[in-house]
């Protein structure tokens, strides 16, 4: 049987097309229900306050750059969204006076624009962000080498590369409204996947590139960065690609409710849980990743009940 056209972007796939027993079982879920499907490879961790929640984030940063020597060189791959972790790292690295001449540190993704990523000082640039509101503030006799921070470019060559220099100890991320980890979207419905989207295993293959963006990643990213300017996001960006999330000892999801909703965030922890992947939802592929673990805020999940407004 076909599956169905998507309710969100007819040309593309993506969460709506699943069966609809799949998506109502997600909708059902209790936070006692996601804690359950925790699994061997998969873990779910709630916290009770924000507090905590960033700082334990922040701590993932703190517990890889300690592992790295001369010999053997460790880093994390990061996220913009959330960012609320990363003053607290700076803090950490300083106060601890953690020396990161051996650390390193991968940027998740990039926006691209006008045939190549944008300019670190456009004001949407994730490298920016990144550098503000963490690496030009850590102390300059602790701050690890320039060689050291590696952001996606439009030439991937060098990106891809340092993955062989460094291990990745954790890969962090959030979750978007399209279900995506950094920008690993749903593709197109178009081609050879007019009636069904490639399968885990050929996206899996993917490795650092330029994407198109699903409709709803660039109206989400208008909305949390823009102040709803859909005309100010761009419509394609670079992003890791599963190639090298696999090369991460452990992929770390964030989600204190600002990003996703609270279906979607039951629906990927339902998938990942049972073992269901489908590219159509691209964070349910973890499900196939050896160590992957689900960080929620308790106060930020929500109820997939009615509430009118």
Avoid at 117 to 132: I, K, N, Y
Avoid at 189 to 218: C, F, I, M, N
Avoid at 243 to 264: C, L, M, Y
Wanted: hydrophobic share 40%.
């Amino acid at each position: 049987m076909a599956r169905k056209l998507s309710m969100l972007a007819a040309d593309w796939w993506d969460y709506t097309t699943l069966d609809d027993e799949i998506l109502d079982d997600a909708a059902k879920l209790t936070a006692d229900d996601i804690t359950a499907l925790s699994r061997g490879g998969f873990k779910v961790v709630f916290y009770d306050t924000l507090e905590d929640f960033y700082l334990a984030e922040a701590l993932e940063y703190i517990a890889a750059w300690k592992q790295a020597t001369a010999d053997n060189p460790v880093g994390i791959c990061g996220p913009i969204g959330p960012t609320e972790q990363l003053p607290l790292v700076v803090r950490l690295v300083n106060e601890l006076q953690l020396d990161l001449k051996h650390a390193h540190f991968w940027g998740m993704d990039e926006w691209y624009a006008d045939g190549r990523e944008v300019d670190a000082m456009h004001p949407l640039s994730f490298e920016r962000s990144d550098r503000q509101l963490c690496f030009d503030r850590i102390d300059k006799t602790l701050c690890m080498p320039e060689s050291n921070l590696h952001f996606p470019k439009a030439d991937t060559a060098a990106y891809t590369k340092s993955w062989d220099d460094a291990q990745c100890a954790v890969m962090q991320g959030g979750q978007g409204d399209i279900k995506h980890w950094a920008f690993n979207d749903p593709v197109r419905r178009q081609g050879k996947y007019a009636d069904a989207p490639p399968s885990p295993a050929e996206y899996r293959k993917l490795t650092t590139r330029v994407v198109e963006l699903h409709p709803v990643t660039v109206m989400q990213n208008a909305r949390t960065s823009g102040g709803g300017v859909v005309t100010g996001v761009p419509t394609k960006a670079i992003t890791v690609g599963p190639v090298e999330t696999w090369r991460a000892r452990k992929v770390s999801i964030w989600q204190a409710g600002t990003h996703d909703n609270p279906f979607g965030m039951r629906l990927t922890t339902l998938m990942i849980g049972k073992g269901i992947a489908d590219s159509a939802v691209p964070m349910s592929l973890l499900a196939d990743h050896p160590n992957v673990q689900f960080n929620f805020y308790r106060g930020g999940i929500g109820t997939c009940d009615v509430e009118m407004h």
